[in-house]
């Protein structure tokens, strides 16, 4: 990859979806689309987008996106329908303990598992939601007017910080969230990650724009559609994407299966002796070399677009092209394949002493089966079945393989019509 394409990906990581919602909230800002504070669109828009996205993210059962767009949500009702009513030292004191308690919830969301709403883990995170509440509500009270005066504390000149309408503990809780969800992300996007990274310069910017004023609640409410696009992004990932190599999933394949045209190739790629690799160094390396194998094979040539079929075995498709064209890009991945080496790590125990961590540098090799449809008529189904059977051939001639079906025969026919076209 060069290295503009690398910077590319890295822009592509950071800046969508999140980046396209803030420049259309801007837009419609600018061109005074959301200008009147009197219209109940305008002014109810934050309620009907958070309403929305909680119901959503409880539905499919989301819960860091559930508690994120809680967090926002609050946040925006206090600032709104709250602060307006408190007197305006107090109303400044409530602004800075909302604004350093967002931040760090949105943090925390971002090193969070998905544990469940109504879980015992789920019932915490409510009760904690509960608490803050009640600490925003108390260091509203004159009593606590010393304590509270502490948010607004300022640890240098205030010409550094000035520009951001925070104060200095709020704005370093700001900064802070935002540069460690950032650093991850640029490696590899993450929809929730990248919802969360949004939902904070969003809320920064409501911030800055005026807590309580309507500018700020669109900007909210943007914030809160960052995070339902990344509901949608994840329910969609888990119904298509394979969790655990990211590749395609069997749904997809299916589905692309359906759309072929008269041409095309398929072939079916197996992990070689993918039990015993398990049993050897366990399922977690195991994971790790499907793993490997499912990058390399995102990155295959000639067109083709590999699947997770299931267990260790994979699916390649080649839209409009024979086999004989593909078969190179194919053998080119096997060998490629065949010469990642990649450490295994596990755990050495012994006698009277701790478990010793070693490392192993181990590599992998994979057979693979192909067939063309050859615009005979075959349906997508027969031709992947000659795949396998083209597959289980290449096992029996020693694996670490690729074969390939002879054209112009019927499935059940294939299995004696093969021929080695490249073994290792």
């Known amino acids: 990859m060069t290295a503009s394409a690398k910077i590319f990906k890295i822009l592509y990581r950071v800046t969508l979806p999140g980046g ?60 709104q329908w709250l602060v307006p009513r408190l007197a305006a030292e107090t109303g400044q004191h409530a602004i800075s303990a909302i604004a350093l308690l967002l931040p760090l919830n949105l943090l925390a969301l971002a090193f969070m598992k998905e544990r469940g709403i109504i879980s015992p883990a789920g019932r915490k995170r ?66 929730v990650e990248s919802s969360l990274f949004w939902s904070l310069l969003l809320s ?23 995070l339902i696009v990344a509901l949608i992004e994840t329910s ?47 399922h977690e390396s195991g994971d790790q070399a499907l793993r490997m194998v499912a990058s390399r094979l995102s990155h295959i040539a000639g067109g083709g677009r590999a699947y997770r079929y299931g267990g260790e075995e994979f699916a390649v498709l080649f839209p409009g092209k024979p086999a004989e064209e593909v078969f190179v890009y194919l053998d ?18 012994r006698k009277g002493r701790r478990l010793l961590s070693r490392k192993k540098q181990t590599s992998v090799t994979v057979s693979i089966g192909v067939a063309s449809s050859n615009g005979e008529g075959y349906t997508p189904a027969e031709v992947l079945r000659v795949a396998d059977q083209a597959l289980y051939r290449a096992k029996a001639k020693g694996r670490n393989c690729t074969v390939t079906a002879k054209g112009g025969k019927m499935p059940r026919q294939v299995e004696t019509g093969m021929r080695i076209l490249s073994v290792s």
């Not at 803050?132 to 504390?153: D, G, H, K, M, Y």
């Not at 045209?261 to 197996?270: F, P």
């Not at 080119?332 to 050495?348: A, L």
């Open 20 to 79: 396209l919602l803030l420049l259309i909230a801007v837009a419609l800002i600018r061109v005074g689309a959301l200008a009147d504070s009197s219209a109940p669109l305008v002014r109810f828009v934050p309620l009907v987008v958070f309403a929305a996205g909680l119901a959503l993210s409880a539905v499919f059962r989301r819960s860091r996106l559930f508690f994120a767009l809680l967090a926002v949500a609050v946040a925006q009702t206090a600032l």
């Open 126 to 191: 409510l009760v904690m939601a509960a608490l803050e509440i009640v600490a925003v509500l108390l260091l509203c009270l004159p009593q606590l007017t010393r304590i509270s005066a502490q948010l607004n504390r300022t640890f240098v000149p205030p010409i550094f910080s000035d520009w951001s309408r925070l104060s200095q503990p709020a704005l370093m809780a700001f900064l802070l969230a935002l540069a460690v969800i950032m650093v991850p992300l640029i490696r590899r996007y993450k929809a």
């Open 204 to 226: 920064f910017a409501a911030f800055r724009a005026g807590a309580s004023t309507l500018l700020a609640g669109i900007y909210f409410a943007t914030a809160g559609l960052a």
């Open 236 to 282: 969609y990932n888990m119904a298509y994407l394979d969790e655990l190599t990211q590749l395609p999933s069997r749904r997809s394949l299916n589905e692309a299966l359906l759309k072929l045209g008269e041409n095309y190739t398929i072939a079916m790629l197996d992990v070689d002796h993918f039990k015993k690799f398990n049993d050897s160094y366990g």
């Open 332 to 349: 080119r991945m096997r060998k490629i394949i065949e010469q990642s080496v990649f450490t295994v790590r596990g755990k050495d125990r």
